[in-house]
């Protein structure tokens, strides 16, 4: 018996499994959702990006990045505004990103819908300005303050949805936002990395887009319609086993990150929103 032909089948079936165990996968729970073009999809990225820890506690939410969703023959894909530009990404490497929930076993995820459906026009509008800014490669805004050069993924969905004339978002003071999260530390350990922040810059964010009177949840893992306590964002982190990685990238202590996390508010920063109300 010739051993190599059968070591080359084996070796090749092992490859093959570990590609296919490594390619982002649809959750089982989206695989036969009804998706629709002009979708917001907005997620947590705790799993790829630590920064979302300072933006879910500026905005008292699970969301760090939001996206808009084209339904094409070949597939689903998510315009977004990401380092270092504007891209056209397949959902299955979009959801990749959330990861999943340990506890639930389901992606952080929701996914938001114009109460109002958008027509053909509309549509055609919002994929022309989207494939636009990916042919332009206009550049992801660092600075947290918008400008004319770059985007950052909420101004990018919020600016897509003008030029079909819808309006998605708020434009607000960094300062409105919860700056002063977990008693000023978040501040402090952001501006600690060399992040420079100036209470005045006007910021779009993902939580903003969520909370738009314009959209409607149609799937969600995450809260869509109101904020979140300081309290329960430490609650959440711990659950999710993010308070290790809080404490490696901060380097500060994780006993000292527990004692802050339960010390911390446990009321809204922010009065909440009016339940939205659906026919």
Not at 176 to 193: D, P
Not at 195 to 218: G, Q
Request: proline content about 5%; hydrophobic content about 40%; glycine content about 6%.
């Amino acid at each position: 018996m010739k051993f190599w032909p059968f070591f080359k089948i084996i070796l090749f079936s092992f490859f093959v499994a570990i590609q296919v165990e490594a390619r982002p996968a649809v959750p089982a729970e989206l695989q036969n959702f009804s998706w629709q073009t002009g979708d917001v999809i907005g997620i947590s990225e705790l799993f790829t990006d630590w920064s979302t820890f300072f933006f879910e506690a500026a905005t008292g939410s699970r969301y760090g990045h939001v996206g808009i969703v084209s339904v094409e023959t070949d597939g689903v894909y998510v315009f977004e505004e990401n380092d270092p530009y504007a891209q056209k990404t397949k959902l299955d490497s979009f959801l990749g990103t959330a990861g999943k929930n340990p506890v639930t076993k389901k992606i952080l995820a929701s996914i938001m819908r114009p109460k109002q459906a958008l027509s053909s026009a509309e549509l055609e509008k919002i994929l022309w300005a989207a494939n636009e800014a990916v042919t332009k490669k206009i550049p992801y805004n660092h600075s947290q303050m918008m400008n004319l050069d770059s985007l950052n993924c909420s101004e990018f969905v919020r600016a897509v949805y003008a030029f079909a004339g819808r309006e998605v978002g708020k434009i607000e003071k960094l300062g409105a936002l919860n700056v002063g999260a977990f008693n000023g530390w978040m501040l402090k350990a952001w501006e600690y990395q060399g992040n420079k922040t100036n209470m005045e810059n006007l910021v779009v964010s993902p939580m903003s887009i969520i909370l738009s009177d314009s959209l409607y949840p149609v799937y969600a893992n995450l809260p869509t319609d109101y904020y979140l306590s300081d309290r329960q964002l430490y609650n959440a982190w711990k659950a999710e086993g993010f308070i290790n990685e809080l404490s490696q990238q901060t380097h500060v202590p994780k006993m000292i990150i527990n004692f802050l996390g339960k010390r911390s508010s446990d009321k809204p920063w922010r009065v909440q929103p009016k339940k939205r109300v659906f026919q």
